[in-house]
């Protein structure tokens, strides 16, 4: 039976619709999506255990609007706005979009939003079977993590993985899955998009680079100039002295 959710929480639900709608626009507008419009995010609702879930449109959907579905990490449904006969799960199903990422949710307080998406460079470097490395300036600003680690037995849950990840480097912001897209987190919906994109971005021009020899690690002082660039410089100098 579906439950009720309160009126703070159904406001919190829009928002999130709003947010989404604007990302997916961004990142197919750029070409970061694949045809396919693989794209869902799923988003914790503060001081519960309830998860909405987005998911982008069909290419082939004639109605395009953003709808939710919010769950509890038990699966219990509170809301289900999928139509039928869309790529939308619906009724009892629907309830996996809690469970999903429930054991993240559960375990790391740090993470809003984890996303998971399908782009045409990080699906090449996922396919590859490749921890990708950060050799692009403008999206390793972003971020104190230096590689991105490669999701490849899946008799572990993709959920425990990135845990496990998380644990190993708290900087981690997304991994690759081998044979399929990306999963990224962070502190909301937008902020996640926008690493998409400069991550994405990245993986484009390492991969142009791959028949020139492979893309390179960063030159003297780059680290340092990136970092200085978004607030990042003294934390990056402690973890590169800790490696020195």
Known sequence: MTQQLNPQQSAYVEQAKRDFAKAYRVLKDSRTLTATNTYQSYLRVPDSDLVVALHAPSPWADDEEI????A????????DESLEGSGLLSGSKAGGNGKRYAAVFAKRAEV?????????????????????????????RVTLARELPIYIDRRQEEADFIVEKIEENPHTPAILEANG???????????????ILLIEEGA???GLAESQGGSKEFGPGVLEQQWKMTGLW?????LLSSVA
Not at 72 to 79: A, V
Not at 117 to 131: F, I, N
Not at 183 to 195: D, E, P, Y
């Open 67 to 70: 709808r939710a579905i919010v």
């Open 72 to 79: 509890d990490y038990s699966g219990h449904l509170y809301l």
């Open 112 to 140: 809003n939003v984890v996303t998971h998406v399908h782009s045409p460079y990080l699906g090449g470097w996922a396919s590859a079977h490749r921890t990708l490395p950060l050799r692009y300036a403008a999206s390793q």
């Open 181 to 195: 897209g990306s999963t990224f987190w962070g502190v909301g919906i937008i902020q996640v998009a926008k690493l």
């Open 204 to 206: 484009y021009f390492q």
């Open 234 to 238: 003294a934390q990056g100098q402690k």
